[in-house]
């Protein structure tokens, strides 16, 4: 079935959402004094904030309702997918393992919701975080081929699936316990001072995943004359990974 809900709206809806609900930090925002005000040469240094980074790829779902939609018989009808980009095509999920790896938290997010007027009361409810399944490439793991390979999951059931020959995935993140699994996974974790050092740390790392030849991270750099740090590292995960990098907080992790 055609998709009516786009990755630009869906990863739209719910970043407002985790930044404005949950207290999630963006980070191609200039960053603000104690007072709120943007900072500028009459306020005093700005305290870092600690936290945890997190990636987000976000994906659209189809919607599958026909007899004859080939993953019917795992999870019933209607059921949603989303697919995983051939090797041939890209190499983005191994990316996404591989930064995974590096110890950082990513996520490919996806919504349980296929018409506009649904996303739409979702965001005005703060319910897009709830109506949305959260996966980890590293529990999907490498694809063993080139066929085409498919995320498969119900909206009234747990059970999540990858295709094509089918394996049950274990810890994926239904939406409703997002926050919390997100909160214990961070009290687990060392959080850091999330200053320039921080931020240019992660920008090598993103790109040290794309090519080992410095030479591309001194070209990339060469443009960020006007960006900060965080911006920057912005910049990078949605250009490198297609992914949305936002800031778990501290304080946030141990409410």
């Known amino acids: 079935m055609k998709r009516k809900v786009s990755e630009f709206s869906y990863g739209f809806v719910l970043t407002h959402e985790l930044v404005n609900a949950y207290g999630y930090l ?14 500028g040469a009459e306020d005093g240094p700005v305290a870092a904030p ?20 080939g993953e019917s018989k795992l999870v019933g009808l209607p059921y949603f997918r989303f697919a995983l980009h051939r090797k041939t095509q890209s190499n983005q999920h191994q990316l996404l393992i591989e930064l995974e790896q590096k110890g950082y938290a990513v996520f490919y ?3 349980k919701i296929h018409e506009a ?42 059970d999540v ?6 394996q049950r995935l274990g810890g ?18 060392e ?16 790109v040290s995943l794309i090519s080992p030849n410095r030479r591309i991270f001194d070209e990339l750099s060469g443009g960020k004359v006007e960006m900060s740090a965080s911006t920057f590292a912005n910049y990078l995960a949605k250009t490198l990974f297609d992914c949305e990098l936002l800031i778990v907080p ?6």
Request: aromatic share 10%; with cysteine; glycine share 6%.
């Open 26 to 39: 963006r980070t191609d925002a200039p960053r603000t004094s104690r007072g709120g005000r943007k900072k």
């Open 50 to 69: 600690r936290g945890y980074p997190l990636f987000l790829q976000f994906k659209a779902s189809e919607y599958m309702k026909r007899r004859n939609a």
């Open 109 to 111: 997010a996806t919504p």
């Open 117 to 158: 007027v649904n996303l739409n009361s979702a965001f005005f409810d703060r319910q897009v975080v709830a109506s949305s399944l959260f996966v980890n490439p590293g529990e999907i793991g490498e694809l063993p081929d080139n066929r085409p390979h498919r995320v498969v999951f119900s909206g009234r059931s747990e």
């Open 161 to 166: 699936y990858v295709c094509s020959k089918p």
């Open 172 to 189: 994926v993140i239904h939406g409703a316990v997002f926050a919390e699994a997100v909160r214990r996974t961070a009290l687990e974790r």
């Open 191 to 206: 959080d850091q001072s999330l200053d320039d050092e921080f931020f240019n740390r992660l920008a090598g790392d993103m």
């Open 250 to 255: 501290s304080e946030v992790s141990r409410l």
